[in-house]
């Protein structure tokens, strides 16, 4: 639906009967307490300037109304945290209006841009899980589920917590440079995950020595075995253009098919979403659940949830006298996990609107797994678009690609052919080439809400 006839304005004195009635009617579904009292609360507070005068917490409480044709259509109410964030407490919708499509989208686009306005780093809400329409209203626009609560506000009603980050464009910049590719450890890579072991993990896990170390890595020389009991390990290994080592992390299979994810060590973001993205992918057809132990930073901890990783539990000093470790896990039954490639935004926003439909990797042995009609999801630091594999096509090196594919179609930022060899041979420089240049032709697809991604 376009603007015109649509309007968002502040809630003025004539509004209250309409906020009342609408937040009774929509809350007491799945909310217990007295509805009436809390939107007289919450709107006198608004009217009376928005200074929340009770609350120890919050210190605004702004209400905005959502008019279509001058009638009133919908409300969204935000509640301002001394902390630096802003709750949405609630967004609704005029059931008549519901059928307008993007009316929802328009209230909660304003009340982030107003959230942002007041330089929140995050806005966040709770959703009835019975609510289905809510909870796939905020799955849409990238809220991140954060968690769940059993007969929270109401007996035999569970709550969702979600929320959304607003991540700056340095961040996002910095998440799209890296090329960083996730690989079996090899030989090569050995001296360099031990050294980045010895070096990080001891700050959350003790005894961490030459003997734990070996035995790590004789573990993995069992790998072939694949016998459950002699503890084989799967040891893989973020590395970026130049081979360096950013990120390490074990896979043990289990009895009853868990595998579990330990040590999971990177040097930044990018390595550490590499590394739990790729390897879920790689270890399907070992088990049917990933679980960590973990004590993950706030941007690691933001990347498990984005990604579908539930916190199982808190362990105090199950490792290390100082530190809570948690355990993280990751269903991967059915279709719920999926390959998922890194690119930059620029490629994925072309990829979304048609103009990108081939894109160019190396023929990694993972890469060589992939099939026609496999389903793939592609994905920057905050957004994803799933494709459909159509054809496979293979070249040996970067010129006879660029004869046989349109440049175009590949990156349609650039400008020439010859540009586009350039950027191929920066990406993937001769070594790399020996392995084979991949191309996937692609095509957009729906992405299913049940994925687990990036």
């Known amino acids: 639906m376009d603007n015109q006839g649509i309007e968002i ?15 009774v009617t929509a809350l007491a579904p799945y909310y217990g307490g007295d509805h009436v009292a809390h939107a007289e609360r919450i709107f006198n507070t608004h009217i009376a300037g928005s200074r929340d005068m009770v609350g120890h917490f919050s210190f605004e409480q702004k209400m905005f109304i959502l008019l279509v044709d001058s009638e009133r259509a919908g409300m969204v109410h935000l509640v ?7 709750k949405i407490s609630p967004i609704i919708i005029v059931e008549k209006y519901r059928k307008i499509r993007g009316l929802g989208s328009k209230l909660l686009d304003y009340a ?3 959230a942002k306005s007041k330089n929140a780093r995050q806005i966040y809400c709770t959703v009835a899980f019975e609510n289905n329409s809510a909870v796939n209203f905020f799955r849409k626009h990238k809220y991140i589920n954060a ?3 059993e007969s929270h506000y109401k007996i035999g009603i569970t709550e969702m917590m979600f929320y959304k980050v607003f991540f700056s464009k340095d961040s996002l910049d910095s998440f799209d440079r890296p090329h960083i590719s996730i690989l079996p450890c090899e030989e090569k890579y050995e001296d360099q995950a031990r050294e980045i072991l010895f070096d990080y993990l001891p700050q959350t896990f ?9 035995a790590l890595f004789d573990g993995y020389k069992r790998k072939d075995s694949q016998d459950i009991n002699k503890k084989y390990k799967l040891i893989f290994v973020a590395v970026d253009r130049s081979e360096k080592v950013l990120g390490v992390v074990a896979a043990t299979p289990k009895k009853g098919e868990p595998i579990k994810l330990m040590p999971c060590v990177s040097l930044n973001l990018s390595a550490f979403v590499a ?21 993950p930073t706030v941007e690691e901890t933001i990347a498990l949830q984005q990604r579908g990783w539930h916190l ?31 690119v930059k935004q620029i490629f994925l926003d072309n990829i979304r609107a048609g103009r990108k439909t081939l894109e160019v990797r190396v023929g990694y042995a993972g890469i060589k797994r992939i099939t026609k009609g496999e389903k793939i999801i592609m994905a920057s630091q905050n957004d994803s678009q799933l494709v459909e594999v159509l054809d496979i096509r293979t070249y040996n090196n970067h010129e006879c690609l660029l004869e046989n594919e349109d440049y175009k179609k590949i990156a349609p930022h650039l400008q020439s052919k010859n540009e586009a060899f350039k950027v191929l041979n920066d990406i993937y420089p001769p070594y790399k080439v020996k392995l084979g240049l991949i191309v996937l032709e692609l095509k957009t697809v729906k ?7 990036g």
């Open 9 to 23: 304005r502040e809630a003025i004195r004539d509004d209250f009967d309409f906020v009342v009635n609408l937040m």
């Open 80 to 86: 301002g945290k001394r902390q630096g964030n802003y």
């Open 112 to 114: 982030e841009s107003y």
């Open 147 to 149: 968690g769940k609560s």
């Open 206 to 214: 003790s005894g961490i020595d030459e003997i734990w170390m070996d």
């Open 275 to 295: 590394l739990i993205n790729d390897v879920s992918y790689e270890l399907k057809l070992f088990g049917h659940k990933l679980y960590m132990h973990i004590s």
């Open 312 to 342: 199982d539990a808190a362990l105090p000093a199950a490792y290390h006298d100082d530190v809570v470790t948690q355990q993280w896990s990751l269903d991967m039954e059915g279709d719920k996990t999926m390959r998922m490639m890194r």
């Open 447 to 453: 992405m299913p809400t049940t994925t687990n991604f």
